[in-house]
């Protein structure tokens, strides 16, 4: 079983930049597609970006096009987010999550980590 370890979350300006980490234990990321959501009180868990299994692909939503990069490091066993020009409205708990196949649907990616939270400040 994979367990996933959001960091990098915090407080920052809008227009500012802050770069999650995602690490993994217990297994490897090799095998799996990984995925960012973020997840307001109130509301659905949202897709961020994905990536495919060996960096061939990636996948955002519109309103993080061009603002927002996915990265994987297979052999650290680790995903990033870079997340550029932050906006008011990216505020939310930013989760990782891994899926054995290529979704972008919450409820496909079997395995999740806690969260971080991300507050971007007008």
């Known amino acids: 079983q994979v367990q996933l370890d959001e960091s990098g979350g915090g407080l920052v300006q809008a227009g500012g930049s802050l770069r999650l980490s995602c690490a993994a234990s217990g297994g490897t990321i090799r095998n799996y597609h990984m995925g960012w959501f973020r997840q307001v009180p109130g509301k659905e868990r949202e897709f961020v970006a994905r990536i495919t299994w060996q960096n061939e692909f990636t996948r955002y939503t519109d309103s993080v096009k061009g603002r927002f990069t996915i990265a994987r490091d297979n052999a650290k066993n680790t995903v990033a987010l870079q997340m550029n020009s932050l906006k008011p409205e990216d505020t939310a708990v930013y989760y990782c999550?891994?899926?054995?196949?290529?979704?972008?649907?919450?409820?496909?990616?079997?395995?999740w980590g806690h969260g971080t939270q991300v507050t971007v400040s007008s």
């Open positions: 999550a891994a899926a054995q196949i290529v979704t972008l649907l919450a409820n496909e990616y079997r395995y």
